[in-house]
């Protein structure tokens, strides 16, 4: 069965830091490319970051550019999300998901991060 | 590229149509492959996201065929031709045309009247 499990969220105080993880099984992780997205509490789909299957290319948020980092162990079929100098307003759902040709056709459950 | 949905909500009588629109601020069709870049996503509370259409009009694989994408360039529909009770959830668009960021729409709460 393919699927994406994030661990790491959690309450932080802002100006904080959170590394958030993502562990795929069920398919061949070093074939893709891999984003995570948040969503705000009652709010809609927010686009953080991705990352090419071999990590040559990265892209962020114009918003978290500077602050958040994202990589891939491809050995380890992970995902993660450093996060610094948490703010507010990053308080959210974040998800890890797959990309097939740029879109998202896997989604984990995600985990919360709540930044007070 | 800014993606905008319309309506924000949208309340239909179960077994009737549902039609949820999606526009976007620039054209997302790929000259090269001629392929619409964009995707409907469906969310029911508590739950991620659902992938159920990508290049605006291929169905994923396992949803049901009364869910159809259609429109091309800037403007795009999700239809659902007869609603079913499980419809129910918020349905979003997103282009993935440009280099990221991508960008969904807003959303859109889909109710039973």
């Known amino acids: 069965e393919v699927q994406l499990v994030e661990s790491g969220g959690g309450l932080v105080r802002p100006g904080g830091s959170l590394r958030l993880s993502c562990a795929a099984s069920?398919?061949?992780?070093?074939?893709?490319?891999m984003s995570w997205v948040r969503q705000a509490p009652g709010k809609g789909l927010e686009w953080v970051a991705n990352i090419k299957h071999d990590a040559a290319e990265k892209y962020y948020l114009d918003s978290v550019k500077g602050r958040f980092t994202i990589s891939r162990d491809n050995a380890k079929n992970s995902l993660y999300l450093q996060m610094n100098s948490l703010r507010a307003e990053d308080t959210a759902m974040y998800y890890c998901?797959?990309?097939?040709?740029?879109?998202?056709?896997?989604w984990g459950k995600g985990t919360t991060v709540i930044v007070s | 590229i800014v993606m905008t949905q319309s309506p924000d909500s949208l309340a239909v009588s179960l077994g009737e149509r549902a039609t949820i629109n999606c526009r976007s601020s620039q054209s997302v069709l790929y000259s090269s492959d001629n392929k619409n870049y964009l995707a409907w996503y469906q969310q029911k509370p508590g739950q991620p996201p659902k992938l159920l259409i990508y290049?605006?009009?291929a169905r994923e694989s396992g949803v049901p065929d009364r869910f159809s994408g259609s429109g091309s360039g800037t403007d795009f529909t999700l239809t659902i031709s007869s609603l079913q009770a499980e419809d129910v959830a918020v349905y979003y668009c997103q282009q993935y045309y440009s280099k990221p960021p991508y960008t969904f729409g807003q959303g859109t709460k889909l109710e039973i009247k």
């Open positions: 290049w605006a009009s």
């Open positions: 069920g398919f061949t992780f070093r074939n893709y490319w």
């Open positions: 998901a797959r990309e097939r040709r740029f879109y998202m056709d896997v």
